[in-house]
């Protein structure tokens, strides 16, 4: 169990992402990193133990951009390590990636891809992920996420952001991994529990099954992993920080 948190709007994306990592912490606190897009390319900063970690990290060396990833890991395949934590980039590093879940046949996908020049950095099965979307970057970055998906066996959720898409990011969910997403003005934001986004918005939509959501500032477009576009209910929850930390929630999507 792994949490995750991604933004993309107008604002600095870190200045969501690390109160949303604190509140998501119970996930995992074997590690946590972030990644985000701005005019000069993609920033990576990670951090082995808990956000704290991070936060130390960040403020001395503060990653700019208002389009972000961010992960809290519980360590599955690959020990607690700078190299193993979360957001993992592909062989340009040009595209980042965050991941909760298994990646079942990841041993097979990353023989194929070390076949094809792909170079690895971590013992995970998320690092995979990167070189797979890579792989498959001809089309566009949420095709490429599409067919990377295709590709993969397990449980999962997965949010990706690249340079060359600086206002995108892309998520997939596949069978028990939870995604939310909130809806903001001129800003969308992503996590794996509501928690995350309190404060922030009371406009959801629950990814199901099979669902690729594609955001951008001012809009959210999800299809299924076919391609073709699917429609999913907006919510709104009636619940804020005050009430949620008062009811012992978190609550799990």
């Known amino acids: 169990m792994c949490g995750i948190v991604g933004y993309t709007g107008y604002r600095d994306a870190v200045s969501f992402m690390l109160p949303g990592l604190r509140r998501l912490e119970y996930r995992g606190y074997d590690s946590a990193g972030v990644a985000t897009v701005d005019a ?3 920033a990576v ?7 704290a970690n991070l936060e130390s990290l960040i403020a001395a060396d503060k990653p700019r ?4 990833l961010a992960h809290t890991r519980w360590a ?6 700078e190299a193993n934590a979360h957001p993992h980039t592909d062989c340009t590093s040009r595209l980042a990636i965050v991941h909760n879940g298994i990646i079942e046949n990841y041993r097979e996908l990353r023989r194929c891809l070390a076949a094809d020049g792909h170079r690895f950095r ?3 099965d998320t690092e995979v992920i990167a070189h797979l979307i890579e792989h498959h970057r001809s089309d566009g970055l949420a095709e490429a996420v599409r067919r990377a998906a295709r590709e993969l066996r397990g449980s999962y959720a997965v949010a990706c952001i690249a340079v060359d898409a600086p206002e995108t990011l892309v998520a997939v969910r596949s069978g028990s991994s939870p995604l939310v997403i909130g809806i903001g003005d001129g800003e969308m934001f992503l996590a794996s529990d ?3 986004l309190l404060g ?4 959801i939509v629950l990814l199901t099954e099979g669902d690729i959501a594609v955001l951008t500032p001012d809009q959210l477009a999800v299809r299924g992993l076919d391609g073709a576009p699917v429609r999913r209910n907006r919510t709104t929850i009636s619940w804020d920080a005050e009430a949620a930390e008062k009811a012992g929630i978190p609550t799990s999507c």
């Not at 951009?65 to 972000?68: K, P, R, T, V």
């Not at 599955?76 to 390590?81: A, D, F, I, L, N």
């Not at 922030?200 to 406009?203: A, K, L, N, S, V």
């Open 200 to 203: 922030e918005t009371r406009d």
């Open 45 to 51: 900063r990670k951090a082995v133990g808990k956000v």
């Open 65 to 68: 951009g208002a389009l972000g």
């Open 194 to 196: 509501i928690p995350a």
């Open 40 to 42: 000069t390319g993609l």
């Open 122 to 124: 971590s013992e995970t």
């Open 76 to 81: 599955t395949h690959g020990r607690p390590s």
